[in-house]
């Protein structure tokens, strides 16, 4: 007999099957799956939605992925270093506000003065707050020795997006050639999984050429790693990018939004006690985008506190939202109507982790 949505939000396991059928939803059996999703969330981790200071570091990258706007090629845009003074200045924001977490995103060089400079960093930022910020590395693949080092100098979590699980699409969205490789990839995941940071990976929703299956297969992939966090979000195209030339094949953009949406729902029945972003990248197409992927099953989100004058230059997609430094960054109030609560002052591990460190 077939099964009806229904009979499959009650199903204690998923096929890959179930997950497409979910990922499929319409706009009546999405409202099932979002209660779902919500009402898991609220179970597992809670109504908090916990704060993490993203700084982007530097736009200068070493690859050349064809969808990133920031990538070694791109030759229109003005690239930047912060200089130490102006990360701590952010840092001191965040310590000052109670953010509790940071993020340090890179583009990538896997070099000894770039390993050597986060590690210094690392210290610095650890003496200002004494230790209480807890760090978010986004520094892309580097060798284990490195990984080791940085985590032994105070970094507490790692984000190493696969953007595509399935080897066909990830070569299509990347240069063939070793730098970009897979597997490599997938090595550098492995590494951190087996060290004592939290792991998070992520991925694009929307990518051209991309199949529903292939989402479904992303979702089993971050339950078959066991990963401890996640920050997944739309695809947006930017037009200094290869991937642009896809652009009339891609799904319209609302539609991107809606399995996003869908994305961290269905991620929230698989892994219950996981941390999931609200991306940025949702904030440029809706106004109250990451409200709703906190609803649909999200307890993290991410203000940019990167020095304002930078922020234009870090243009990995598209109508990247780019709020002045005095707007609001975090939306407290539109989370409260919705019955959420930012954990200020808290560091918002993922409960996930903490289980499986313990059991260590
Ligand atoms: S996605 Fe990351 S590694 Fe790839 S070009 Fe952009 S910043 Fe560099």
Redesign the pocket.
């Known amino acids: 007999m077939k099964q009806t949505f229904t009979d499959i939000l009650k199903k204690e396991e998923l096929s890959r099957d179930n997950i497409i059928t979910l990922l499929n939803a319409n706009s009546e059996d999405s409202k099932l799956l979002f209660a779902k999703s919500e009402e898991i969330r609220l179970k597992y981790v809670g109504n908090k939605v916990y704060l993490r200071g993203l700084i982007e570091l530097s736009?200068i990258?070493?690859?050349?992925?064809l969808?990133?706007?920031?990538?070694?090629s791109n030759k229109n845009i003005c690239r930047y270093n912060l200089t130490d003074e102006e990360v701590l200045k952010s840092v001191k924001y965040a310590y000052e506000n109670n953010y509790a977490s940071l993020v340090i995103q890179?583009?990538?060089l896997e070099n000894k003065a770039f390993a050597e400079r986060i590690n210094n960093l690392l210290v610095k930022i650890k003496k200002l707050t004494k230790g209480k910020l807890h760090i978010t590395l986004s520094c892309?693949?580097q060798s284990e020795d490195t990984y080791l080092k940085w985590n032994k100098n105070g970094a507490n979590r790692y984000l190493l997006?696969i953007?595509s699980s399935t080897k066909e699409l990830y070569n299509k969205i990347?240069p063939n050639n070793k730098k970009?490789s897979f597997e490599k990839r997938i090595e550098a995941l492995n590494a951190l999984r087996k060290t004592d940071y939290q792991t998070g990976t992520g991925i694009m929703i929307g990518l051209p050429f991309q199949t529903i299956g292939n989402l479904a297969d992303d979702l089993l992939f971050m339950r078959k790693v066991d990963i401890d966090m996640v920050g997944m979000g739309p695809y947006l195209e930017q037009k200094d990018t290869p991937l642009y030339d896809f652009r009339n094949t891609l799904k319209p953009i609302e539609e991107r939004f809606f399995l996003t949406l869908k994305m961290i729902a269905v991620l929230r029945i698989l892994m219950k006690e996981i941390n999931i972003a609200a991306t940025t990248a949702l904030e440029a197409i809706e106004n109250k985008g990451r409200e709703k992927a906190v609803k649909a099953g999200a307890n993290v989100i991410m203000p940019n506190i990167t020095p304002a004058i930078y922020r234009e230059n870090y243009m990995?997609y598209e109508n990247k939202p780019l709020p002045s430094s005095s707007e609001i960054l975090v939306p407290e109030k539109n989370l409260n109507k919705i019955g959420y609560k930012i954990g200020w002052g808290e560091f918002g591990d993922s409960a996930h982790f903490c289980k499986r460190f313990k059991k260590k």
């Open positions: 736009n990258c070493g690859k050349d992925c969808y990133c706007g920031i990538r070694k890179s583009g990538e892309g693949e997006r953007e990347h970009h990995i």
